[in-house]
């Protein structure tokens, strides 16, 4: 009955390569995110999706391509990583549009060696 | 454009001691206010809101209340126990840009 998944948990992986994360939620809820969490724990926002549609695109490489199959998925691929992308990717989804509470997926940590 | 602070952590208590994490932020409009927890290993997930004026958000002992005059939202707790042990978010919305606004995060430890 996970509210938020996320898949694969952990990812550690060499700087060039290609990698994707993928995210499901099962609450019905129109709007996905996903934020990136530095080592400081400091968390920033880098896309949002509604109804499969993009709206919010922070300033992220363009190496970072999300994609959302239909409501419930979000995906994030990422092109030719980079040290610096070693962090926690967390996917989120809210459906209450009138105080934007967000529910969160348990988090990706990749790490780019 | 929204902000919000938060104080720096790690803050360090004892078990039951009285806990407080200063919260200000800085918005247009009327925001929605929360704090969300992150145990380790795990995602964040909501603590507490307030969505008005003088609103008091709780849950699981911890309390904030919504001042618009100081434009705070301080988590408080009568008795932390080990278990609270984790980093705690404050955070906004107020409708425009489809976004919350997150503080940096405030390591809380609680030891025996």
């Known amino acids: 009955d996970t509210a938020v998944s996320q898949t694969p948990k952990y990812l550690v992986t060499q700087m060039g390569n290609d990698k994707s994360i993928k995210c499901e939620q099962n609450l019905g809820h129109d709007t996905m995110y996903w934020y990136k969490q530095d080592s400081k724990k400091f968390l920033k926002i880098m896309f949002s999706y509604n109804n499969k549609e993009l709206i919010i695109n922070e300033t992220v490489p363009n190496r970072f391509s999300p994609k959302s199959p239909d409501k419930a998925h979000l995906n994030l691929h990422i092109n030719s990583l980079e040290l610096g992308d070693s962090a926690v990717y967390f996917c989120?989804?809210?459906?209450?549009?009138?105080?934007?509470?967000?529910?969160f997926g348990p988090g990706t940590r990749l790490t780019v060696t | 454009g929204n902000s919000v602070t938060q104080m720096e952590g790690p803050v360090t208590l004892s078990e039951e001691a009285f806990l407080t994490i200063n919260c200000t932020y800085t918005?247009?409009?009327?925001?929605?206010l929360f704090w969300y927890v992150q145990y380790p290993g795990e995602g964040l997930q909501l603590l507490l809101k307030?969505?008005?004026?003088?609103d008091k958000g709780s849950n699981k002992g911890f309390e904030a209340t919504y001042r618009k005059e100081t434009t705070s939202f301080h988590l408080e707790k009568g008795s932390v126990q080990v278990s609270d042990s984790a980093v705690y978010f404050c955070a906004l919305f107020t409708g425009g840009g489809n976004k919350l606004t997150f503080g940096t995060g405030t390591q809380l430890k609680v030891e025996l």
């Open positions: 307030a969505t008005k004026a003088d």
């Open positions: 918005a247009t409009g009327y925001p929605s």
């Open positions: 989120a989804s809210t459906g209450d549009s009138s105080s934007y509470e967000q529910y």
